[in-house]
């Protein structure tokens, strides 16, 4: 090779041995390992950043599992990032794992990557922070469609450039789309997947040229290059420039025995004859910032191509098992589907799996593939395991194909410290970090379940969302959580950029809370931030959060910031007696913003719209939720505050100024705490409901009656009298009225189960006469017929003698309906 081994004038030799791979392809990694084992070079060198050079014998410890990733972050701005991911099946990984074992110096020699940060933060970013994966080829030709360590811009998703990018239909972007689909076409091939298996996966191990498959794409890369040129990536040129010198400079060192192994794209370049000068020429001012690199876990899912990752593939689940199956692959990847189906409770047996077999040979004969591929056994799969159904096929391509393999690294890896106190407390937790999603039930009772919550909710408030909170399926009592987690590894850039606040998870978590609860605008988030604190166990934050607190409620007059307020701080009074904190201080601000919302919400309600009135409406709810639970732990000294507060009730139930929603809502509330009687409730609404009221605020009172997913609809079921002057008011609505009402009517009934809706309906049919004595003139109770129904009575009783464990001679059950008789 003449363009690596010194100025354009020296002499010619052989050159370094280039490698071109398709990065995370197990074909290539197969190729590589047979390639090195045949050469025995003296070094090899790695399309990566060199800063990773310290981590690479890492590779070789037990506890490393891929996949992994060298994780790149600025140190002076942890958000700004990039991951170049390695799977068992990369060509890179193997060619680390070669050198390790044969004592051969291993060295990457891309672009570093304190210039690939530093050019990513003035170029395109890339989704998700993914800023750099080891050179981002979709394919096997080493040349990338996503936002790479060069910070190319990203393709559309049919392959086109983005908007602003010119389409022109030339030959560069043809290379954005996907340059092996070149060489696909060309040898009539629509899918370039399925020609990459055929020529390359599916290639025997045994061909006596290890380096034979190199020099094809070499050649082929060569031919798309001269055709392409840069593809429209001139920052491929800064790269490869770089990586020239590198191996220039290795040469000069081992002499010429040295591997590459890089984008079959690169070849071609790293091939060509160019002045040293002009490569160092390329490189001069380029960026820079200051950047750490370290090892972190990385899975399959992360892997694929639908994650958004420029350098991703389709099924890395089956390329891993492809690289891993010595032999009868075929059968051994059935024999896996049909054991995930059986765990799922499907009937799948041997002979399931020998006819899929079959099946898969004969569609590969079919097709002219020289082995099955992914296609013919998901077909096989579809037709004999699934019975044409995809909605397994679909649980197999999850699990298997893509799958959720959650790589690991050694203890001994560089992390940042609060990456290394997470950890401490996993372990000390046994809160394994897993991809896939599981729910977590806590009780808050044990000394574990507690530490695990505080540890939960400490990374949400950094931003660190390895769990979410999830409505639990069982108690609803305050000592219950249930969380759902999921570990992605983002979020170890999540936990870097969280290093900034400390380097432990209480001391970073302390630190934010004070700072946000001093940069919150808004009394509500600083209500929301004491709550997070209460859960989060963060005592020390508390008084900084507290001192804010009281200063916001002070200075804001608003009554609905203060209605929206006080539930969060009530909530955290019961998260705080459950974990023991102390929360005094609390309380009283609580106390305090409950009076100056009693005080101020009678004027807040008059003259509002029909919007606004909503919204006080659901803070009225609000309030009257957080006054009933802060009575509970009130003890004496608070004993006042609900009869204060249905004081403020009755006014607003009373005040014609009120919109007619607030006033339903208020006689309603009342009505539920037993401080209005029901006849008075029943006058209050004929009141409303009498001729002289307008329509429209009628039928809002009836909606803060019993709408707005209050159990309106049981209450008329069961008080029918109630039902009667709603039904005569309903019924009375002058025509051309109806149609200003019915909108409101309809938002009120439609909230009802539907069964609720089914007796209502049943009980209007039947009509008045039929509905209970309170309304016919009958002496009945409310909501009872007037004559008791004899046959409905004795139909419960063999359910309440199998309740009452009386037998047939104990007329226990019996004696007990004739008493409700």
């Known amino acids: 090779m003449t363009g690596v081994d010194g100025p354009s004038g020296a002499a010619p030799d052989e050159g370094p041995l280039l490698l071109g791979v398709r990065h995370h392809g197990p074909g ?35 506890e490393m599992r891929p996949p992994v990733a060298l994780l790149a972050h600025a140190v002076d701005e942890p958000g700004r990032s990039a991951f170049w991911p390695l799977a068992e099946f990369s060509p890179e990984w193997v060619a680390i794992r070669w050198a390790l074992e044969h004592g051969v110096p291993a060295r990457f020699i891309d672009l570093p990557a304190a210039h690939t940060l530093a050019w990513e933060g003035d170029g395109p970013a890339s989704r998700q922070g993914e800023t750099g994966e080891a050179e981002p080829e979709p394919s096997a030709d080493g040349r990338g469609d996503g936002a790479g360590p060069t910070g190319a811009a990203e393709p559309g998703p049919d392959g086109g450039p983005e908007d602003g990018e010119p389409e022109d239909g030339g030959p560069q972007d043809m290379v954005r789309v996907d340059p092996i689909a070149v060489l696909a076409r060309t040898a009539g091939y629509d899918d370039p997947e399925r020609w990459w298996e055929d020529v390359v996966e599916h290639r025997g191990a045994g061909t006596a040229d290890a380096l034979a498959p190199f020099a094809v794409l070499e050649e082929a890369m060569g031919a798309l290059r001269e055709a392409y040129g840069t593809g429209g990536h001139e920052r491929d040129l800064v790269r490869e420039a770089y990586m020239r010198l590198q191996v220039r400079a290795a040469r000069r060192e081992f002499g010429r025995d040295v591997a590459v192994v890089c984008g079959a794209w690169h070849v071609p370049a790293l091939r060509r004859r160019t002045p040293v000068a002009a490569d160092r020429a390329l490189l001069k001012g380029l960026p820079r910032v200051k950047a750490d690199m370290t090892w972190v ?181 305050t000592f219950r959580e249930t969380w759902r987690l999921r570990w992605d590894p983002e979020l170890a850039v999540r936990v870097a950029e969280a290093g900034v606040w400390g380097t432990t998870v209480l001391g970073a978590a302390t630190a934010k809370a004070e700072a946000e609860a001093v940069a919150a605008q808004a009394l509500a988030e600083v209500t929301a931030l004491a709550e997070r604190c209460l859960r989060a166990d963060l005592s020390d934050a508390l008084p900084v959060v507290m001192r804010v607190l009281a200063d916001r409620a002070a200075l804001d007059a608003d009554v609905g910031h203060l209605a929206q307020a006080l539930p969060a701080l009530v909530r955290a009074l019961r998260y705080g007696d459950v974990r023991g904190t102390d929360t005094r201080a609390l309380a009283e601000v609580a106390t305090g913003l409950a009076e100056r919302v009693f005080v101020g919400l009678p004027p807040a309600c008059a003259a509002l719209d029909a919007e606004a009135a909503e919204e006080m409406r659901r803070h009225l709810d609000a309030v009257h939720g957080a006054v009933g639970l802060l009575e509970e732990g009130a003890g004496a000294a608070r004993g006042g505050l609900r009869v204060r507060w249905c004081s403020v009730l009755r006014v607003l139930s009373g005040r014609d100024t009120v919109p007619g929603v607030i006033r339903g809502r208020a006689v309603r509330l009342l009505l539920d705490d037993g401080e209005l009687a029901q006849a008075e409730s029943a006058r209050l609404m004929g009141l409303v409901l009498s001729p002289g009221t307008a329509p429209a605020d009628a039928a809002a009172w009836i909606e803060g009656f019993v709408g707005g997913g209050s159990g309106g609809g049981m209450l008329l079921v069961h008080d029918e009298r109630l039902l009667g002057l709603v039904d005569a008011w309903l019924t009375g609505v002058p025509a051309d009225a109806f149609t200003d009402v019915l909108p409101l009517l309809r938002r009120t009934f439609s909230a009802y189960e539907p069964g609720v809706r089914r007796t209502l309906g049943e009980l209007v049919r039947r009509g008045p006469g039929a509905r209970g004595g309170a309304v016919a003139g009958g002496s009945g109770p409310s909501g009872f017929a007037v004559e008791r129904d004899a046959g409905r009575a004795d139909a419960v009783v063999p359910v309440l003698r199998l309740l009452l464990g009386a037998d047939a001679a104990d007329g226990g059950a019996d004696d007990l309906v004739g008493v409700g008789r």
């Open 297 to 477: 876990p990385w899975t399959h899912r992360r892997l694929s191509r639908a994650s958004g990752y420029g350098a991703g593939i389709d099924s890395p689940g089956w390329y891993g098992h492809l690289f891993a199956a010595s032999d009868r692959p075929v059968e051994r990847w059935l024999t896996r589907v049909a054991g995930l189906l059986r765990e799922e409770g499907r009937i799948v047996s041997s002979a399931h799996v020998i006819e899929a077999v079959r099946l898969a040979g004969t569609l590969a004969a079919l097709r002219g593939r020289p082995l099955p591929g992914l296609s013919e056994t998901t077909d096989a799969v579809r037709a004999v395991m699934c019975e044409g159904s995809d909605v397994p096929l679909a649980l197999v391509h999850d699990r298997l194909v893509v799958g959720d393999v959650l790589g690991e690294v050694p203890v001994s890896a560089p992390a940042v410290p609060l990456q290394r106190d997470l950890t401490r407390l996993q372990k000390r937790l046994r809160l394994k970090p897993e991809p896939q999603e599981r729910e977590l039930e806590l009780d808050l009772r044990r000394e574990t379940d507690a530490g695990r919550s505080r540890l939960l909710h400490r990374l949400r408030l950094l931003g660190i969302g390895w769990g979410e909170p999830a409505v639990s399926r069982g108690s609803t009592g």
């Open 28 to 62: 290539s990694a197969r190729a590589v390992r047979a390639a090195l084992d045949s050469a025995r070079p003296r070094a090899v060198l790695i399309e990566g950043p060199p800063e990773a050079d310290p981590l690479v014998p890492l590779a070789a410890d037990e």
